[in-house]
Each structure stands twice: as structure tokens, then as C-alpha cells.
């Protein structure tokens, strides 16, 4: 079974479906039987090309010095781009512009677009810090290194773009990747291009909320298009789709039925990093200290010292900041909280600053001045580890949401979790959570005060035991077989009639 996996989402982010994707192809290239290679694309920058190989896949020959020179650029092509000189910049432009085009010609005369080769034995540093390092454990860095990978050369932003380009002129073209050295691709989320006909497509579904719920995400109507007419292409081709949940599977039968026999649930896996362990309470605000976002404030205020052994008592939110997360509810909970007897409680949030975040960062912004709300970023699974530990409650106050990683990640870590109630945190958190309207901040109060109570103990204690055994059943061990059985279904009912 020969298997190429979609790597794009991994070269961003910590968490989510950067994360996803790294355990996914840690995961496959377990697989006794298989063999599995990455495919290297940027969201919006042009790539090197990487080595050039023939339809069986093999490596054109060539010197070694030209063979890694090559390959060098391919790195350099990733990386963030110093300031350029104004002819420079034109050149990019150009570039930017003619290889998308070059792209659709090429679809439309019928042939192929070719993925090139990257080697990975000599840049095994550079593969591993830019796409796994931020997720796997040390210990994974040989499985991962050792894979080869295939370029995609133009932009995947730059794919979708020429097919809602192309699709004003009448009909939308998705170039047609050579994967015929393949029998399935995995890719994370709708994905701009087809495969060839010996090859499987296989859709890791997040979501649907760029269609259902479209006035929540960034530049709308380019992410609202992209993703329906891209979806609209995989189902249409004969895609598989691989939910992250059941409720987005049933999202997605909503707006296409036809795929139904085609979707299957198979959950999001959780890092093995988020685990219980004995930790100190008292490292609480070294961490807040160290990992402040200064975008909020320049200045990091001093933490009050708390009782040692005690630790700092606070929420905590983990999420981009961004209004679908609802981060304006919980922080307005947090202040009836605090004028109606929690006066020493704190609120933590982390995660990146996503689209829209100015009115939210505005109301943060004096409670972040004044030492009471603390926004960090970057900060890595060994710490987020401890901050879950020690919240007195993590919660999950999302309008809409695909899997929610936070919440199983508080329980693996022996954290208790309040949640909004809506379908995918009652199919993946179950009885281990406490709910709430997240339409109504009132009914978040309620559950905060309800797991702060001085008689809370056997309510929090019922939520730990049942959230311990919630998280195991996201982890890798539970969900390889899943995979596994999936794949080996894919290659009897569909490799055979494709070739």
C-alpha cells in the first residue's frame, strides 16, 4: 500500500489540524505493509521544485552536487522571505502569477502535473524542525525523517485561486496531480487538485463550517468558495472522506448526500504528550511570564505571589482568539465571577491571534494591564501540559467547533472541563463535561460557580474519573486500528476497480 500524505497544514501552528496532521503521518508510516511519503506545499509561496522523476517515480540521474543543490533550494523556497529589492519583488510576482496560469494550461491540454522528489537524508534537520518538532516527541525523529517526500510546487492558495479564476469562464480546473506512483493521498481538509485514476482520494474532513457557518471565518467569500467548490470536486471525483467527528460527518451529508456511502468517522488522535504526571502548581506564573503575548501589551504585569504549594488560581482557555471561539462570553462570566466573591481568580487564554481580534483583544486588554488576564502564545505541550493540571477549570465556549482538542487534552492531563453546549462536545467530551449555553453567558456562570463550589468535590471528582477515560479513547493506540482497518477496506473495494 503506497501511500501519499498532504504535509501543508504541519509547516504551521502548534495545534488543531497542524497537529493532526503531524500524528496522522507519524501514524501511517507505522503501518506494517505500507509505504509512505509526504507531500511538501506552501499555503501561498512558490516552491523549488525539487528532483525530477518519471511516471514510475523514479529519481532522474543526475551528480550529486547537482542532485543537492537542488534540494538546498527547495529549503530556501520554504523558508520566510528577507526584504527584497523592488526588481526582486517583481520577479516573485510574475513568477506568482505565469506558474498557477502555466497550471491551468497544462490541465486543459490533458496532462499531468508533476510532483518533484525531496530527499530527506541530508536535510533531516530542516524536516524535522519545520514539520514535526512542534508536535512528536523526540524519539519519533528517525520514523519521520527517514520518509521521502514529493513538491508541489505552486501554492495551494494559488490552486484554489485559478480554479474559481477559471470557473467565471465556465467551467473550474483543478490541475491533475501525477500520483499514479501512488494508491491513495490523504489530504487535510477540501483539497484544489484530482489524482490519478489508479489513486484514491481520501478527504481528512474538519469541517463544514466555512459553508454552514461562513460569517465566522476570515475573507469569507474566497475561504466560502474555495472550500465548497474544491468539496464539490472531490465528491464529484469519487473522494472518500475521513470525519473528524460524527456530527461533521453529518454536516457534510447535508450538503452533499450523495457522498454518504463514501464518509466514515474517524476521530481526531490526541498527542501522546497530554498526560497525567505529579507537577508543581507554583511554575503556573514563571510560565505566564515567559510566554506573554506582547502583542496585547507591551509590558507583562507582575503576578501577585501566591501562597506557595497553593498555585495561582485561574481559568483557562485554550484557542485562537478569534469570535467563533467565544472568547467575549468567558470573560464576561469571569467578571460576575469576580464581583460576586472569586475576586483572586485569573484568567488565562492561550493561543494565536486569529482574524477579527481587535474588539476581543479591546476587552482584554485593561484586564491584561492590570495582571488579572494573561494571553500567551507559543507555549509548548510540556507547559500546557501543567497549565491544565492546574486550571480550576479548562473551558470550551465555541459557537461551533469540528473536534475541540483542548477539552480531551484537559482530561488527559487530570483537568476538569465546562464546555458549550452544541453536538461535537457532546459526542467527544460525553458525561466527562459540564455544559452550558454558549449563547447565554448566564448559564456559563452557572457552571463555573457549580465546579468552584466549596462542596464540588464529588462533582469534580466524577469529572476527572470520567474524563480520564474519555481521553484514552483518542489516543494513537486506539485510534491506529481505526486507520488501519480503513485503508485496508479502500485498497479491496476501490484500488482494484481504478486500475
Known sequence: ??????????????????????????????????????????????????????????????????????????????????????????????????????????????????????????????????????????????????????????????????????????????????????????AETPYPGRVSRNTTLVVRYHDAIPILMPHTISDSSFHQASHFHALRRNVRDGAWFACVSEATRRDLIAVFPEVEPRAVTIHNMISQEYFREDSNADRVPEIIRTRFNRSISKVSPALPRAERGTGLGYLLMVSTIEPRKNHLSLLAAWEQLRAEGHSDLKLVLVGSLGWENRGIVKMLRPWVERGDVHVLENVPSAELRLLYAHARVTVCPSFGEGFDFSGIEAMGCGGVVAASDIPVHREVFGDAADYFNPYAVGTLVQSLERLLAADAADLRRGLLERGESVAAQYGPDRIMPQWHAFLERLMREESPSRR
Open 1 to 186: 500500500m503506497k501511500v501519499l500524505v498532504e504535509l501543508r497544514p504541519a509547516l504551521d501552528g502548534h495545534a488543531g489540524i497542524p497537529q493532526e496532521t503531524r500524528l496522522l503521518f507519524r501514524l501511517l508510516v507505522q503501518l506494517q505493509g505500507s509505504q509512505v511519503e509526504g507531500l511538501i506545499q506552501s499555503s501561498n509561496r512558490l516552491l523549488a521544485p525539487g528532483l525530477k522523476v518519471d511516471g514510475a517515480g523514479r529519481v532522474s540521474e543526475t551528480s550529486s552536487d547537482r542532485r543537492l543543490n537542488r534540494l538546498s533550494r527547495v529549503v530556501v523556497s520554504l523558508r520566510p522571505k528577507s526584504k527584497q529589492r523592488i526588481p526582486e519583488r517583481l520577479l516573485v510576482m510574475v513568477r506568482s502569477v505565469l506558474k498557477p496560469a502555466w497550471m491551468v494550461l497544462v490541465t486543459l491540454l490533458g496532462l499531468r502535473t508533476q510532483l518533484g522528489v525531496f530527499e530527506a537524508e541530508h536535510f533531516r534537520d530542516f524536516v524535522w524542525r519545520s514539520l514535526f518538532s512542534r508536535t512528536l516527541p523526540s524519539r519519533d525523529f528517525d520514523a519521520v525523517t527517514a520518509s521521502r517526500f514529493r513538491i508541489a510546487v505552486v501554492p495551494w492558495a494559488g490552486m484554489h485561486l485559478g480554479a474559481l479564476l477559471t470557473r467565471r469562464l465556465g467551467h473550474a480546473v483543478y490541475p491533475r496531480l501525477d500520483t499514479r506512483a501512488f494508491d491513495l493521498m490523504v
